[in-house]
């Protein structure tokens, strides 16, 4: 079965300085995207960044940015310069195919990650 | 353009009784699919509408069931409910949900708590 495996589940940053969350993924698909979503504590799912697989290019969305290695099926996500509303649960996903030729997301177990001020 | 909207929000029900809870996608997307979300299980996968049509399906009991109307609104219902299906009910659209290389987004979800 495809999987995702987040192995931090918390992680610690103080504000202003850079984390990097990890994610490793498993897929037999050539073509697709990966995602990282954020969930703050009012629950809500928000999308931090989309990667493509067929770029090499990592993506980049403002202090956010991956870091993609499509070989090595890894998928980590990189926050710089932390701040007190980054702090969230993040969830990694990877699509998987499913008999009817469409797709589900499979997401990760997540990292909750801490702020300090 | 206006987010994914679910209603209601909270929900308290007791053991036995059933429960539907609505899912309003993005407006023109049609494909919407349903995630459980616990402590214990994580972000499960329950299923996918798309045209009215029920086209991927999660491990779950047949007392999960859902539905779609024509103009893409979903709905998904529990019957019989147990203690364990206390969860957060996520709902997501995206625009046909055909290729792995969609982007779904979220609702603010429905929180039921069954006592």
């Known amino acids: 079965a495809q999987t995702v495996t987040q192995s931090q589940p918390e992680m610690s940053v103080q504000e202003a300085e850079t984390v990097t969350l990890s994610c490793t993924y498993d897929?037999?698909?050539?073509?697709?995207?990966l995602f990282w979503y954020k969930q703050p504590p009012s629950r809500q799912m928000i999308l931090v960044i989309r990667?493509?697989?067929?770029?090499?290019q990592n993506a980049t969305e403002n202090r956010f940015s991956v870091n993609f290695q499509k070989a090595a099926k890894s998928f980590s996500l990189k926050i710089s310069d932390s701040q007190l509303g980054d702090a969230a649960m993040y969830f990694c996903?990877?699509?998987?195919?499913?008999?009817?030729?469409?797709?589900?997301?499979?997401f990760g177990t997540g990292t909750r990650l801490k702020v300090l001020a | 353009k206006a987010g994914v909207t679910q209603t209601p929000r909270y929900l308290i029900k007791t053991r036995g009784q059933q429960v539907t809870l609505s899912c309003s996608p993005i407006?023109?997307?049609?494909?919407v699919s349903w995630y459980q979300q616990t402590p214990g299980q994580g972000l499960q996968f329950l299923f996918e509408?798309?045209?009215?049509?029920?086209?991927n399906k999660g491990n779950f009991p047949g007392r999960f069931s859902g539905r779609q109307f024509s103009n893409s609104r979903s709905e998904m219902n529990v019957s019989t409910l147990e203690l364990g299906d206390s969860a957060l009910y996520l709902c997501?659209?995206?625009?046909?949900?055909?290729?792995?290389?969609?982007?779904?987004?979220f609702g603010p979800g429905t929180r039921l708590l069954v006592l």
């Open positions: 997501a659209s995206s625009s046909t949900g055909t290729g792995g290389r969609e982007t779904q987004y």
């Open positions: 897929t037999s698909e050539s073509d697709y995207y």
């Open positions: 990667q493509e697989a067929y770029k090499q």
């Open positions: 996903a990877s699509p998987q195919k499913g008999t009817s030729g469409t797709y589900k997301y499979i």
């Open positions: 407006s023109g997307h049609r494909s």
């Open positions: 509408y798309f045209s009215e049509t029920q086209r």
